[in-house]
């Protein structure tokens, strides 16, 4: 069965405080490894798509990594503004579907 | 531009009612997505739509039916809703729906009385 496991649940940050966000992936067929910011009540908003095992993606103060069994979001020196639920998700070619994990939801605190 | 706009941003009815949310894009995006989320959870996929034909209907019920009357363009109509329906409902869009990156609107945040 599909799945896609984040830890942790929640993590709480001092600002420049850096940490690394967990998914682990069993997804049968997979085509890309996606990472999503969402703010409460509002859409998620894409940040990456990783394809392969070893490739790494960077944007502002995030990076993203991927292996065979796990994706990493590192977040290096957070501000508030990070405080945000960052969710990953693996997309099966198989079932044509985006396998969301739980979330992990960040508190960045000044 | 990487936007999807959904109307209307907030909706409010009551089980009887009949009503319906819109989704917009125009990335000449072929794969169009609608999905549920309730709180604390993530989003569950509804349907899919490619080249404006239904893909995927994850079994929802069918007081939700959605419409795709062109590549731009989503609806879902509501009808006899139950108060355990009331979510915020995501509407996404991608190029194909191969596994490339899903771009998600704002949403519109249903309430069923």
């Known amino acids: 069965e599909d799945q896609v496991t984040q830890s942790p649940e929640a993590l709480r940050l001092q600002e420049g405080e850096s940490s690394s966000l967990n998914c682990s992936y069993t997804v049968s067929g997979l085509r890309g490894l996606f990472w999503y910011r969402q703010d409460p009540g509002k859409g998620p908003e894409f940040l990456f798509t990783l394809y392969s095992a070893g490739e790494e993606k960077e944007k502002e103060r995030l990076k993203a990594t991927l292996t065979k069994k796990e994706s990493f979001l590192h977040i290096t020196a957070p501000k508030p503004e990070d405080s945000a639920t960052y969710l990953c998700?693996?997309?099966?070619?198989?079932?044509?579907?985006?396998?969301f994990g739980q979330g992990t939801t960040l508190q960045v605190k000044p | 531009d990487t936007e999807v706009t959904q109307t209307p941003k907030h909706l409010v009815m009551g089980m009887t009612n009949k009503k319906s949310l819109k989704c917009e894009q125009h990335?000449?995006?072929?794969?169009m997505y609608w999905y549920k989320q309730k709180a604390k959870k993530p989003p569950e996929l509804m349907f899919v739509?490619?080249?404006?034909?239904?893909?995927i209907n994850e079994s929802v019920p069918s007081r939700f039916s959605p419409e795709c009357p062109n590549s731009s363009l989503l609806n879902l109509h509501l009808h006899a809703l139950q108060p355990e329906d009331s979510a915020l409902y995501l509407c996404?869009?991608?190029?194909?729906?191969?596994?490339?990156?899903?771009?998600f609107g704002p949403g519109t945040r249903l309430t069923v009385l």
């Open positions: 990335m000449g995006h072929r794969a």
């Open positions: 739509y490619s080249y404006e034909k239904l893909s």
């Open positions: 996404a869009s991608s190029q194909t729906s191969g596994g490339l990156e899903q771009f």
């Open positions: 998700a693996g997309y099966s070619s198989n079932t044509g579907k985006l396998i």
